[in-house]
């Protein structure tokens, strides 16, 4: 078993949808929960970094994390085509500097 | 922001020979560099820590003599590929971050270059 899982996609949605992406883990150890956005042929973007269970938004990205049910979500509303890319989830025991375990990345694309 | 460079950006060689890939960070000094390797439709798998002036930390499975790290300076790391084969081939990534409670850019978070494409024919 993964330490982390992110269902790969590809997803498609229309333009202004909500868009939900998710990752499980197994390791309660995380603590530190991050995604990123990675263009094709580039490296990844950090878009948001959480501690610990609870919400964070950051414009039109909303990220939640249940330590409970080793489960973290992303929320992108009001979708645009800018945003077509892939997600990765990414996870650490003791900060986002440190070592990071990181899901396989869903690609997202955005219909205009 | 913090920005971390990668060069080349992409490299064509031919099986056996050896490649260096250099990671630098621009506008902040990187106490420590990790290196990723992402084959296609797949994650990032970190192969190895690298703190400057002290010899790498590698992942279980990733062979410290074929993957040399060496972190010289505070703002430049290098990957030498060594030996290279086809299945080498493959996109690598580094991250790099700041002393540990630095503000500004670096930070406590780590800031990834933009990739080094490698393929071994």
């Known amino acids: 078993q993964k330490e982390v899982e992110q269902d790969p996609g590809p997803l498609s949605v229309p333009e202004g949808a909500i868009v939900s992406l998710n990752c499980t883990y197994s390791?309660?150890?995380?603590?530190?929960f991050m995604w990123y956005r990675q263009y094709s042929r580039k490296g990844p973007e950090l878009l948001m970094y959480t501690y610990s269970s609870g919400n964070k938004e950051d414009g039109r990205f909303t990220a939640q994390v249940d330590k409970s049910s080793k489960y973290i979500s992303l929320f992108i509303r009001d979708s645009q085509p800018s945003d077509s890319a892939t997600y990765l989830c990414?996870?650490?025991?003791?900060?986002?500097?440190?070592?990071?375990?990181f899901g396989s990345g869903t690609r997202l694309s955005i219909r205009p | 922001g913090a920005v971390v460079s990668q060069h080349p950006s992409r490299v064509i060689c031919k099986s056996g020979t050896s490649v260096k890939i250099e990671c630098r960070s621009l506008?902040?000094?990187?106490?420590?560099m990790f290196w990723y390797r992402q084959f296609p439709k797949q994650s990032l798998m970190l192969m190895a820590t690298s703190n400057e002036g002290s010899k790498a930390t590698y992942e279980q499975g990733v062979e410290k003599d074929k993957f040399l790290i060496n972190h010289a300076s505070l703002t430049l790391s290098t990957l030498t590929v060594t030996s290279a084969h086809p299945e080498d081939s493959s996109f690598y990534i580094c991250?790099?971050?700041?002393?540990?409670?630095?503000?500004?850019?670096?930070?406590?978070?780590?800031?990834f270059g933009p990739g080094t494409r490698l393929l071994v024919l």
């Open positions: 990414a996870m650490s025991e003791y900060s986002s500097a440190s070592k990071i375990i």
């Open positions: 390791n309660s150890a995380f603590q530190y």
């Open positions: 506008d902040f000094q990187a106490t420590t």
């Open positions: 991250s790099a971050r700041s002393n540990p409670g630095t503000s500004g850019a670096g930070g406590e978070t780590q800031y």
